[in-house]
């Protein structure tokens, strides 16, 4: 187990070094335009792809890094470009882990390369688990996978919500219900090929913020997916649900509800360190503002009420550094999460976005306000860190619960 360590080594610093680039001069200079065309960026995707950001080798190898620190130094540098374009980058590679984590190694070499595509014909992949009655309360999840034995398939048949990549992906990643009766305990993976009949796209929304990226609806009506769909097998799933059945008895059969999404904890850290990314963007414009706006013959900096603004914004950044590098370390050395430190990263984090990108628009003043500065798209982009991968009232009641080990509600 890797020591925890505040400094990135020499490989990690190029690594950052690199990303850095790309993000400054590939991603930044695209962002204003893809984010008035509210489309997904084919073309800087297949940029990513061609120089390897864009790949399952590159997301591995920061996911499996021992220190923890490389996946969230990549998140930070990638959404310091933009939001909306990095997770239209990095969107497949959550649906991936989903592959990875609870895959056969056959289901993670079969799926995961045509998650990608290759640098001449770039895919996405789409995560889809929420759905309009389900946000918050996973366990109330209406989608249903029942299974066909006589053919070996499974049959879905619901309707996903806000799916990143949804209706325009190669592969998606979908969660039903195999038991309504266990709540979350009873909800499996599923792979839905690419051609599958019966899948459909739904509404595309029109956002306020991360509108590089793609959010859709996904209908499915009748899919039946080959027996092998199943993420992890079917023998996996029914050992799985004879022990949550047992528990379920013994808890007198009660429905088992997870409105909190525990399950999650270990990725949250990953959405933390966007929003670092986004939070270190916009400081940085207003610090640079600062400087070189003079009125009353001075810069604005040399106010009190504007440098203290800044400091205040500089150190709340790197708190929340901090945070999701523990919990990125604590998650990739096994460490249990005794506090909820994963959900506190994700918590202080996205509020911390929200915050620092809404005090860079002010301190640009009106020029803050306009499409002319990229602040004001910042700040847009901020909001969705408080509301995705489990709202900030969500995160407070998994640190509560978890805190005092009460079923707070
Ligand atoms: C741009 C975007 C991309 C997304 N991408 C994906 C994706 O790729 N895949 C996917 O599956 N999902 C995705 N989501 C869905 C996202 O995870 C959900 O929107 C989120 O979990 C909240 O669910 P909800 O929108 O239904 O809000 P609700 O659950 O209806 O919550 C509404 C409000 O009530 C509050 N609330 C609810 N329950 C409680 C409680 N018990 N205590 C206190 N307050 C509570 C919430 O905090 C919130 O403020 C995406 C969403 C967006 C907007």
Same mark, same amino acid.
């Given at each position: 187990m890797a020591e925890f360590t505040m400094e990135l080594n020499d490989e990690q610093k190029e690594v950052r070094d690199w990303l850095h680039g790309f993000a400054a001069d590939v991603i930044r200079p695209a962002a204003a335009e893809w984010d008035e065309r509210e489309e997904t960026p084919w073309p800087v995707i297949q940029e990513a792809a061609k120089v390897g950001i864009y790949s399952l080798d590159f997301y591995a190898q920061q996911y499996f890094d021992p220190t923890g620190l490389g996946i969230p130094m990549a998140m930070e540098e990638l959404f310091w470009g933009d939001a909306g374009i990095a997770l239209s980058i990095v969107g497949t590679g959550l649906a991936a882990v989903g592959v990875l984590a609870n895959g056969t190694e056959e289901q993670i070499g079969t799926w995961i390369p045509q998650m990608y595509g290759d640098a001449t014909d770039v895919k996405v992949a789409a995560f889809c688990s929420s759905e309009p009655d389900a946000?918050?309360?996973? &366990?109330? +999840?209406? $989608?249903r996978a029942v299974y066909d034995e006589a053919n070996d398939e499974w049959v879905i048949n619901g309707t996903k919500t806000w799916a990143t990549n949804g209706g325009i992906a190669n592969v998606h990643v979908v969660v039903a219900s195999v038991d309504p009766e266990l709540g979350s305990k009873g909800h499996a993976s599923f792979i839905v090929p690419p051609?599958?009949?019966?899948l459909a796209q739904g509404q595309k929304f029109k956002k306020?913020?991360?509108?590089?990226s793609h959010t859709a609806e996904v209908v499915l009506d009748d899919v039946r997916v080959p027996g092998s769909c199943l993420l992890g097998g079917k023998e996996k799933l029914d050992e799985r649900l004879a022990r949550a059945r047992e528990k379920a008895k013994a808890a007198g059969g009660e429905r088992v509800k997870n &409105?909190? +999404?525990? $399950?999650f904890e270990a990725s949250r850290p990953a959405v933390g360190a966007m929003a670092v990314g986004t939070a270190r963007a916009a400081y940085e414009v207003a610090l640079e503002y600062a400087r070189t706006r003079e009125q009353f013959g001075r810069?604005?900096?040399?106010?009190q009420g504007v440098a203290f603004q800044l400091a205040d914004m500089r150190t709340q950044i790197d708190a929340a550094r901090l945070l999701v590098w523990r919990a990125s370390w604590m998650a990739i050395s096994g460490k249990r999460f005794t506090a909820a430190e994963g959900s506190m990263s994700k918590l202080f984090a996205s509020e911390t976005a929200k915050k620092v990108t809404a005090q860079a628009i002010q301190i640009l003043g009106g020029n803050g306000y306009t499409?002319?500065?990229?602040v004001e798209r910042m700040h847009r982009d901020a909001a969705i860190y408080t509301i995705f991968e489990g709202t900030s009232e969500i995160q407070r009641l998994v640190i509560a619960r978890t805190l005092s080990g009460m079923p707070i509600r």
């Open positions: 946000g918050s309360d996973v &366990a109330s +999840m209406r $989608t051609g599958t009949r019966g306020h913020g991360i509108r590089a &409105a909190a +999404m525990a $399950t810069p604005i900096i040399d106010n499409r002319e500065y990229p």
